[in-house]
């Protein structure tokens, strides 16, 4: 069982999410903050978060991360944060089991209110 108020970002620029971060924190969530997604399977495995976001980067396993997240915690919410406008790299993310992909650029406001739609899902 997950803590549901709890958060996982993998971010790959320490700058990009500070400003979500905080307003996700300034809703009551508990935010953990990783650079690479070995570290994030490891607290996913360790500290049981309610959702993981990952940051999208060229040349990352993002893909990969997610098919293997998935096959660990069925129950785990996963969110892609991606600038990729290109609707099979989309495709291709939530066929390896994320539950949403969300757009770069993105106001906090928006990203808060899809991070809390995404833990209603059942």
Known sequence: MSNSSSLLLVERDSNGLNELSAFLRGEGFQVDITHNNTEAIKII?????????LDSAPGTDDLDAIHYIRSLRSDLRIALLSAS?????????????????????????????????LLRRN
């Open 45 to 53: 495995e360790s500290q049981n978060p309610a959702a993981v976001i």
């Open 85 to 117: 406008k290109q609707d099979d790299f989309e495709m291709r993310v939530f066929d390896c089991g994320a539950d949403d992909f969300i757009r770069k650029p993105i106001s906090p406001q928006l990203f808060v209110r899809k991070i809390k739609a």
